[in-house]
């Protein structure tokens, strides 16, 4: 890269578009959290369906998200460099609040495999529209002429009100749906409230990409081939392969540990409602150490950075595994641990991304952002699903809203042990891929920021 070049990528991008961007995420936030945390439980122990069905109503809709990410990141390069902008594909992906209330609204008559049917379709609807929202999202700071740490910085204002979205719909959602005395009813109101919300941040993302693109906008590039050649190339390369690869264990192992706090809440801790308890200690010290991983970045570089994170994940899903014995305190204390590195996990693959597409070509942000989406959306579905099994191996009952079930001691130790056991396990795998990518050191050195 040439100083010229380094200095256009040097550009600093003004607070108010940064904030508007970051509000976007808001929306977003809930579709990540609600569904992640509530829809498994909201199967089985409202609609009385079996884990093992509540697991694959949950995985197979995922399918579709495979095939359809990538795609939408082609057409979503093509309207770039059609068009100058990726705004229909924004605009499409506001629908999203729609299916989001649909989601939980079940008709009161269906129960079982047709209540699974219903959501299934509207997750499937769902994770379509967030798709055409968040890939051209996500493609935004490979399109803006910022180098490595201002990729960072632009992350950071993401993920601070990304957090706070995570926050707020993990503690309102579980109490606007009924607490200890969840129904069908409930479920409906809580969808509906938030939905509203997300529409309004949403709608004010779209507005602060237009700002951030007027701001510093690189010049709009031609785009290469889509579909399957497009997922074959990103694959190929190397970086993008091995960042995606640790960011799949990353996003399975936090939404398993998502899907399980309903359930360690209530039949290891003993009380429900310590379920906004546990949301609030895994997503509350992000907010506070957002700003420490960023200096953190800065000074040993993102590889670093998120290798200590994976590790401290692991490291505190240990702890869990140990269940009451170890004492609420300690407990609470280990979730918040997984919340200082969730914050890292968050903030840094994000923004490691972009580095990877501006080495490999920009030209391609909306295909590698797909394939990028598609990876987080397995994971997601891969994590509840791997949760699922837990429970179905260890012979949890499912069971209707109001219904009272006593369940056995291998389901309870399934269900301790797929909540801190198997995330240490996964973490690892992280890591042992995490190692291998090289990109960070060039990255920082030709980035245009020191």
Known sequence: MTGLEQRREAVALPRG???????????????????????LYFLTDVLAVAPWLAGLTLLLPKIADVLLHPWIGHRCDVEQARRGHRRRLLLAGCALPVAFAALFAVPGS????????????????GNLLFAAYQVPYLATPA???????????????????????????????????????ATRAG?????????????????????GIGRLRRAASAPALGHGAGGWRALAASLRDRQFRRLAGAYLAMSTTTHLVLAGVPYYAEYELGRARLTT????????????????WLAL?????????????????????????????????????????????????????????????????????????????????TGAALGPYAYALCLAAGGFVASSAGQTV???????????????LLPAAVMVLAVLVQRRYTLDGSARAGGGEH
């Open 17 to 39: 578009p940064l904030v508007g961007f970051a509000v976007g995420s808001l929306g977003m936030g809930v579709w990540v959290t609600v569904p992640g945390l509530l829809l």
């Open 297 to 377: 970045a800065r000074r040993v570089g993102k590889q670093r950075a998120l290798l200590g994170a994976q590790v401290a994940f692991a490291a505190g899903s240990l702890v869990l595994a140990v269940g009451r014995p170890a004492g609420l305190p300690v407990l609470v204390a280990a979730v918040a641990v997984l919340g200082v590195a969730f914050a890292g996990m968050q903030l840094l693959p994000f923004s490691m991304l972009p580095d990877v597409i501006r080495a490999a070509g920009a030209q391609r942000a909306g295909t590698y952002t797909g394939v990028w989406t598609a990876t987080e959306a």
């Open 406 to 420: 006593t369940q056995s001691a291998g389901a309870l130790t399934a269900l301790r042990y797929g909540f801190g």
């Open 277 to 292: 308890v546990l949301v609030a200690a895994f997503v509350a010290p992000a907010l506070l150490v957002t700003p420490a």
């Open 143 to 181: 399109d803006l002429r910022i180098g490595y740490h201002e990729r960072t910085r632009l992350m950071a204002f993401r993920m601070v009100v990304l957090t706070l979205g995570i926050l707020v719909a993990g503690l309102l959602a579980p109490l606007l749906a009924g607490g200890d005395d």
């Open 187 to 207: 479920y409906l109101r809580m969808a509906v409230v938030l939905a509203a919300g997300m529409l309004a941040a949403m709608a004010v993302g779209v507005g």
């Open 110 to 125: 269906l129960t079982g495999a047709t209540a699974a049917a219903w959501v299934a379709v509207f997750f499937v609807a």
